[in-house]
């Protein structure tokens, strides 16, 4: 019995010490700590490139189209994050990123993080970038994939970061938006299709100095639409485009010609006094409506026009019920460096030159 017991003793000594042997014969692996500079940086978005491409062009809808037509997949998540000493920690294979948090003062030339979220379609984490420079604030959006040390950074047309992006239902193209700081009623729209291994190319874009975008949605892959404002939120208007249907021309009708437009044009000398007559255009879309007041002049051919674009040059036709206004009733409008122009208002004097117009 005691040799029994001693053999047992004996058994156990032994496999324990086995053990204790395997844990030391195992290294521990740590990961390597690095910085946001030791991954490989791509920018997205590029100004050049988007003028190489077609234009987005829209169209009015409703809003209870807009509403029913939205696609709300592949949002952005809120994954947590762990932080260790102010400082994010992102496990990227072998190694962890480091990122500094937001919140303390920033110092000139520091670069400070704030999470925005984790897109799981992507496999990508969203930050946003703060700096100093001149004493001026910068911000910009990444995109650190969280399988491969890889950051894609989509370029902002201003100072700030661009707004969340949008991924399409079937993950094909990502959207988003910036409206100007510094501008009034001014914003970009930027389209990237999204590649088989997870990188970005430029697609379409869409620029606008008539309104502000509030928010933009996907109606499947083909179709997108934007909710806009032009007067602080107080109203707001709602537009689509189909990403197969783009405009070839280098300016979009909605974000070259929407808005108010008018010109007093003086037509001939009377017993009474100068003939004059005053334009009145409302643009939207594709629609205009002429508004004119005369004096020894006649009224004709007001109500709707259709606009169309052509080489940059805006053609206003009538279309509504007048008699005889179908051929004559037509306007040629275009933009030269920030500056409007008409073609065909007034009498035989002035009805083939460009005259100025004012936009309110």
Same mark, same amino acid.
């Given at each position: 019995?005691?040799?029994?017991?001693?053999?047992?003793?004996?058994?156990?000594?032994?496999? +324990?010490?086995?053990? $204790?042997?395997?844990?030391?014969?195992?290294? !521990?692996?740590?990961?390597?700590?690095?910085?946001?500079?030791?991954?490989?940086?791509?920018?997205? *978005?590029?100004?050049?490139?988007?003028? @190489?491409?077609?234009?987005?062009?829209?169209?009015?809808?409703?809003?209870?189209?807009?509403?029913?037509?939205?696609?709300?997949?592949? !949002?952005?998540?809120?994954?947590?994050?762990?932080?260790?000493?102010?400082?994010?920690?992102?496990?990227?294979?072998?190694?962890?990123?480091?990122?500094?948090?937001? *919140?303390?003062?920033?110092?000139? /030339?520091?670069?400070?993080?704030?999470?925005? /979220?984790?897109?799981?379609?992507?496999?990508?984490?969203?930050?946003?970038?703060?700096?100093?420079?001149?004493?001026?604030?910068?911000?910009?959006?990444?995109?650190?994939?969280?399988?491969?040390?890889?950051?894609?950074?989509?370029?902002?047309? /201003?100072?700030?970061?661009?707004?969340?992006?949008?991924?399409?239902?079937?993950?094909?193209?990502?959207?988003?938006?910036?409206?100007?700081?510094?501008? #009034?009623?001014?914003?970009?729209?930027?389209?990237?299709?999204?590649?088989?291994?997870?990188?970005? #190319?430029?697609?379409?874009?869409?620029?606008?100095?008539?309104?502000?975008?509030?928010?933009?949605?996907?109606?499947?892959?083909?179709?997108?639409?934007?909710?806009?404002?032009?007067?602080?939120?107080?109203?707001?208007?709602?537009?689509?485009?189909?990403?197969?249907?783009?405009?070839?021309?280098?300016?979009?009708?909605?974000?070259?010609?929407? /808005?108010?437009?008018?010109?007093?044009?003086?037509?001939? @000398?009377?017993?009474?006094?100068?003939?004059?007559?005053?334009?009145?255009?409302?643009?939207?879309?594709?629609?205009? !409506?002429?508004?004119?007041?005369?004096?020894?002049?006649?009224?004709? +051919?007001?109500?709707?026009?259709?606009?169309?674009?052509?080489?940059?040059?805006?053609?206003?036709?009538?279309?509504?019920? $007048?008699?005889?206004? @179908?051929?004559?009733?037509?306007?040629?409008?275009?933009?030269?460096? $920030?500056?409007?122009?008409?073609?065909?208002?007034?009498?035989?004097?002035?009805?083939?030159?460009?005259?100025?117009?004012?936009? $309110?």
């Amino acid at each position: 019995m005691k040799n029994i017991t001693q053999i047992l003793i004996g058994s156990v000594i032994l496999l +324990c010490c086995t053990k $204790e042997q395997k844990v030391i014969s195992e290294p !521990i692996v740590q990961k390597e700590i690095v910085g946001i500079k030791n991954l490989k940086h791509f920018q997205v *978005g590029l100004e050049e490139k988007f003028e @190489t491409l077609p234009l987005l062009d829209f169209t009015e809808i409703t809003k209870n189209e807009y509403d029913n037509l939205k696609n709300t997949a592949h !949002i952005i998540t809120d994954l947590p994050l762990q932080a260790r000493n102010d400082n994010y920690e992102l496990k990227i294979n072998d190694k962890i990123v480091q990122l500094k948090k937001g *919140g303390n003062t920033l110092k000139e /030339g520091e670069t400070q993080y704030d999470y925005l /979220g984790f897109y799981p379609s992507l496999n990508m984490y969203a930050f946003s970038a703060n700096s100093i420079s001149d004493n001026l604030g910068f911000s910009k959006l990444y995109l650190i994939n969280a399988t491969n040390p890889s950051v894609y950074s989509i370029v902002s047309p /201003g100072d700030d970061k661009v707004e969340n992006p949008v991924i399409s239902p079937d993950t094909k193209y990502v959207a988003y938006y910036y409206n100007y700081v510094y501008g #009034t009623n001014e914003s970009f729209l930027g389209i990237l299709k999204i590649n088989s291994n997870k990188t970005f #190319t430029e697609f379409r874009s869409f620029s606008s100095d008539n309104f502000n975008i509030k928010d933009v949605v996907w109606f499947g892959d083909d179709y997108i639409g934007i909710k806009v404002t032009d007067d602080d939120s107080k109203t707001f208007k709602y537009y689509k485009a189909n990403l197969s249907l783009s405009n070839n021309n280098k300016s979009s009708n909605l974000s070259g010609i929407d /808005g108010n437009y008018n010109i007093h044009v003086e037509t001939e @000398t009377t017993s009474t006094g100068m003939a004059s007559i005053s334009y009145s255009f409302k643009i939207r879309g594709n629609e205009a !409506i002429l508004e004119t007041n005369t004096y020894h002049e006649p009224i004709r +051919c007001n109500g709707k026009y259709l606009v169309r674009e052509n080489n940059n040059i805006f053609e206003l036709s009538y279309n509504d019920k $007048e008699d005889n206004c @179908t051929s004559s009733g037509i306007f040629y409008l275009k933009k030269d460096r $920030e500056k409007y122009y008409i073609k065909g208002v007034g009498g035989e004097a002035t009805v083939q030159d460009w005259l100025q117009l004012k936009k $309110e």
